[in-house]
């Protein structure tokens, strides 16, 4: 049973047209929820990290926000330029521990 | 601020061949992870090091892989012998880390390794 779950696997978004992103997680014990943007051949970029229910983190566009089983990334008015791979990751123990992703969401956005 | 650096970005090699990736993070982290990404799987770990001492090799598919960390500014992932199915993104990542809470991962840009 996979963990951390993202849907939708896909999103297409005309410009402007805001939308959410979500990610659903299994484990108990959260040590930290965060959001990566990955753009075609390059690694996972870091966005947002999120430790208790109820956090909110805001950065241009996008708003994580998160409650005890998931988390969503509200996108507003998005552009062509957001268009990528978002990862939703855990980390679910302490210390310097790995974190578990989920297979993303494509997010298109046509102008 | 360099970043992770991994090196080859792209290897083509032929089936029963060595393949060596190569990575080095960021100064002052104390913790390397080994990931690979296939559009079937998604990110996957494969091994991670604390204070350059192996912690997890669990992930590592078979025998044909291993990993090092010879001091904290460098490891290699060694495939040996090679194989198609092996062919995917490579990416490493460091952080420093170690407290009640994780922080983040910063990865590399990932090395695309195609067997053939």
């Known amino acids: 049973e996979d963990q951390v779950t993202q849907s939708p696997e896909a999103l297409r978004l005309q410009e402007g047209e805001s939308s959410s992103l979500n990610c659903s997680y299994t484990v108990s014990g959260l040590r930290g929820l965060f959001w990566y943007r990955q753009d075609p051949g390059k690694g996972p970029e870091f966005l947002f990290t999120?430790?208790?229910a109820g956090e909110e983190k805001e950065k241009e566009r996008l708003k994580a926000t998160l409650t005890k089983k998931e988390s969503f990334l509200h996108i507003t008015a998005p552009k062509p330029e957001d268009s990528a791979t978002y990862l939703c990751a855990v980390g679910y123990e302490a210390g310097n521990t790995p974190l578990v992703f989920g297979k993303g969401t494509r997010l298109s956005v046509i102008a | 601020d360099a970043g992770v650096i991994q090196s080859p970005r792209h290897e083509v090699t032929e089936m029963g061949q060595e393949v060596t990736l190569r990575c080095k993070p960021i100064s002052g982290h104390n913790s390397l992870f080994w990931y690979r990404q296939t559009m079937m799987r998604g990110l996957e770990l494969l091994i991670y090091?604390?204070?350059?001492?192996?912690?997890?090799d669990s992930g590592m598919p078979e025998d044909r892989f291993s990993a090092k960390m010879p001091n904290a500014s460098f490891s290699t992932l060694k495939i040996q012998p090679s194989e198609p199915r092996d062919s995917a993104v490579y990416f490493c990542?460091?952080?420093?880390?170690?407290?009640?809470?994780?922080?983040?991962?910063?990865f590399g840009n990932g090395t695309r390794l195609t067997v053939t």
């Open positions: 090091f604390n204070n350059n001492v192996p912690i997890d």
């Open positions: 999120l430790y208790s």
């Open positions: 990542a460091s952080r420093q880390g170690g407290g009640v809470y994780n922080s983040p991962l910063h």
